[in-house]
């Protein structure tokens, strides 16, 4: 920019000169002719400047000799305290949802089948809970000439629980009337026995009474339980039993316990003898207690390696001409857990069951009322299995029982009247195996699957066959919810290898194999009020449990149900 206003400034300069020294120029307004020679080849030359490159000197800085020290003083500042007053949003529990306490079922089937059942209980109470149980189940004619099978049960109980600081204290007492007719008659008699000359009437009543220690974290814990059974039948004969219970168990380090099992029986029998139709009593006693010692390497007893171990010493006082008074048994049992999903287990043990007319006539109902009663001795016995959860869906287990027997009884039709069953007992050594199986699903509580099996051999030597035991048992159970309206279940009972042996003619037979279906749908329309339908026996087979006792066929039944 400089440049450009340098050669504007020279050509004003030249002009301005050109006017003042040449005034003709101007007024004639002609230019003369004039040579201009411009030389491209001409080269200006410079001659070559001579540059100095000095370094300049260092300055020296003069440094100091001083040591310097450095104090470093710590500053806690003083604040005041700070109270914030917080105040917490309130929110209101939600509310619990209500509870019925009462519960009561009614149906009806064929065979003229009513069916009662009423449940009432005491909802939430932190002191105390109570109850009450009623029931009746019957059916009018069965499977052999209408009314000469039916039977009934009827029940009525009353249960109630105290809690108090550490401590339960329970109480209930039951009573129970059941009928039934002894229909195992031959087809062909003549005439047909009158109803009330076969009926069988069973009354008992059952009190108990306990208390426990509740207080989790305590190192000394206990169970202690009393009961008192009475029974009676139609024939005269009674029982009455008195069974003390106790466990205490107490933690000596986090891993160690030491405890005691322990129980009483008095059982007093009283029946008439038919050939001499006098009263005969028996008092029949068993005293056991198994001191026990259990050892845990995990945190828990379902955790690392469990070991139980000990001995069962029990006294009894049988009528039995081979009865030993005093028994003393090794017992140990010992646990290896994996996992939480993998357990093997194995043990040995020996004890003597407290067989009495009440158990008895839990399982076999036609029986005769002077039976024989003889206490059953385990000399010795082995089980061992494992246990596998495969996952929250599937679980397996597995095992084997073999066990060596005094006293083992079995289930005939009696000498003196084919219709009654007696016991016989194999008084030597009587061998049993026992191999099982079982696996379980289970989908959150909406499909529940259990598939067991089970199979029996026996070595025996008093008796030539195992009477009335299955050597094959499955057992199958299934229940569906389906979108919580509709309850279905399903059981399926199988058994097989049942012979029988009439005393009274001395012929044996083998037995159907049993398949028997049950079924049941409910449907929920509200939380209070529901519909079910029951069908048992599906397949309609009038098999033989006991020989010469057909069941009934296929039985059918409706009803509600309604909470209150």
């Keep these: 920019m400089k440049v450009f206003f340098a050669v504007l400034l020279s050509f004003t300069s030249f002009f301005v000169l050109a006017q003042e020294t040449d005034p003709e120029w101007e007024q004639e307004g002609e230019i003369d002719d004039a040579e201009v020679v411009i030389e491209k080849d001409r080269e200006i030359t410079l001659p070559t400047a001579s540059r100095r490159y000095e370094p300049i000197p260092p300055v020296e800085i003069a440094r100091p000799t001083t040591n310097i020290t450095y104090r470093f003083q710590e500053v806690v500042p003083t604040l005041p305290s700070l109270n914030p007053r917080v105040r917490p949003l309130k929110i209101k529990n939600p509310p619990l949802d209500k509870l019925y306490g009462n519960y009561l079922k009614l149906g009806f089937g064929n065979f003229l089948s009513p069916y009662a ?32 099978s039916g039977n009934s049960d009827t029940q009525f109980g009353l249960n109630g629980k105290y809690f108090a600081p550490g401590h339960t204290f329970r109480a209930d007492v039951n009573y129970q009337r059941e009928r039934y007719h002894f229909y195992g008659y031959s087809p062909l008699a003549e005439p047909i026995p009158e109803r009330d000359s076969i009926r069988q009437v069973f009354n008992s009543i059952v009190f108990s009474a306990g208390i426990s220690r509740e207080q989790i974290e305590a190192p000394f814990d206990y169970d202690v339980q009393a009961k008192f059974i009475y029974l009676s039948d139609a024939y005269r004969a009674s029982e009455s039993q008195v069974e003390l219970n106790m466990e205490a168990t107490y933690t000596i380090f986090p891993h160690l316990q030491v405890g005691v ?22 008092n029949r006693n068993l005293f056991r207690a198994r001191p026990f010692l259990v050892y845990h390497t995990g945190e828990g007893l379902d955790e690392g390696l469990s070991i139980k171990g000990g001995f069962t010493v029990a006294h009894e006082n049988d009528t039995a001409s081979n009865a030993d008074q005093l028994h003393i048994y090794p ?100 061998f049993q195996l026992n191999l099982f199986g079982e696996i379980t699903l289970n989908s959150a509580e909406r499909f529940r699957s259990s598939l067991r099996g089970d199979f029996f051999t026996y070595s025996l030597n008093d008796i030539a066959e ?99």
């Design 117 to 148: 059942e009423l449940f009432t209980n005491s909802t939430r109470n932190n002191d105390y809970g109570f109850g009450l149980h009623l029931l009746h189940e019957s059916s009018r004619f069965g499977p052999v000439d209408n009314a000469n």
């Design 261 to 282: 099992e322990s129980d009483l029986f008095l059982m007093q029998r009283s029946d008439r003898s038919p050939e001499t139709l006098q009263e005969g009593r028996a």
């Design 331 to 430: 017992y140990a049992l010992a646990t290896l857990n994996f996992d939480e999903s993998f357990q093997v287990y194995a043990g040995i043990d020996g004890n003597i069951e407290a067989t009495s007319l009440y158990s008895s006539t839990r399982d076999y109902p036609y029986l005769l009322s002077h039976v024989p009663l003889l206490l059953t001795i385990l000399h010795f016995t082995f089980r061992g299995g494992i246990n596998v959860r495969i996952n929250s869906f599937l679980g397996f287990h597995a095992g084997v029982a073999a066990n060596n027997y005094k006293n083992l009884y079995f289930f005939t039709n009696s000498a003196s009247d084919s219709t009654r069953f007696t016991i016989l007992y194999d008084e030597d050594n009587a």
């Design 466 to 564: 195992p009477w009335h035991r299955p050597n094959v048992t499955l057992s199958w159970l299934n229940s569906l919810n389906l979108y919580g309206k509709i309850l279905l279940n399903a059981e399926f009972q199988f058994m097989s290898g049942l012979q029988g042996l009439n005393l009274a003619s001395g012929t044996t037979r083998q037995l159907d194999a049993i398949a028997d279906l049950h079924f049941q749908a409910d449907y929920l329309f509200s939380n209070r009020f529901s519909a079910f339908i029951k069908v048992r026996n599906i397949f309609a087979q009038n098999y033989e449990r006991f020989m010469n006792y057909p069941s009934r066929g296929i039985m059918f039944m409706g009803g509600v149900t309604y909470s209150f």
